[in-house]
Every structure is written in structure tokens, then in C-alpha cells.
């Protein structure tokens, strides 16, 4: 299983930015992030892969932008005009599709929360 570790989390006023950063231990297709809100399920919120096909989440498209750098093995999202709904604890992920199932994944990063504000 490849490694994955993210970094960026933190809390932020609603309407202000975040980037996030995850470094995974291999090269992957295709990488993703999720996120998990208290009481809710996991959700796919963008995914891309190594040919620079991205899908998003309704919810944050517009907002949110996913980004890679092969040659650092790194997947970034930059999260603007956040609000409290955004509020999660956010995963990287790895995986052999271009997907936003929870099901398609194949490794997780630990998780870093990102709290947002009124």
C-alpha cells in the first residue's frame, strides 16, 4: 500500500482559504481527497490523476482546486470561500480509478481537521 501523509489543516472564519498538502511514498494514477463531518459519511471531494483529468464534488466545485506534482509524489487542494458546512476532517487517498467512491480507494492518509468558522 502506498503512504500517504497530509499536511495544512487548521481553522479558518467562513469565506477565508486553506491549502492542503498530501506526500504520498509512490507515484500513484489517480489521487484524491475525501472528507468526514461529524455524524455524516466519508464523501469524495475531488479526484485527479496523472493525465490531469479531474472530477470534483458538486458542493465544492468553484471553490475548491486540486492540483499534483508528480515529480514530488504530492496532491494539493486549495480550498476558497469556505464555509462551516466545510467543516471535516479531510483524508488523501490513493487508488486504481478516477473515482469519488469510498469503496475505490486503496490507502488512506491519517486525516488532518479542518474547522471553519462563523
Known amino acids: 500500500q502506498v503512504q500517504l501523509v497530509e499536511f495544512g489543516g487548521g481553522s479558518v472564519q467562513a469565506g477565508g482559504s486553506l491549502r492542503l498538502s498530501c506526500i504520498a511514498s509512490?507515484?500513484?494514477?489517480?489521487m484524491a481527497w475525501f472528507r468526514q463531518a461529524p455524524g455524516k459519511k466519508r464523501e469524495g471531494v475531488a479526484v485527479?490523476?496523472?493525465?490531469?483529468?479531474?472530477r470534483y464534488a458538486d458542493s465544492v466545485k468553484g471553490r475548491f482546486t486540486i492540483s499534483r506534482d508528480n515529480a514530488k509524489k504530492a496532491v494539493y487542494l486549495e480550498m476558497n470561500g469556505l464555509g462551516v458546512e466545510d467543516t471535516a476532517k479531510y483524508y488523501c487517498a490513493a487508488g486504481p480509478f478516477l473515482s469519488l467512491k469510498e469503496s475505490d480507494v486503496g490507502s488512506w492518509g491519517q486525516g488532518t481537521q479542518v474547522t471553519v468558522s462563523s
Open positions: 485527479m490523476d496523472v493525465g490531469l483529468t479531474i
Open positions: 509512490a507515484l500513484t494514477s489517480y
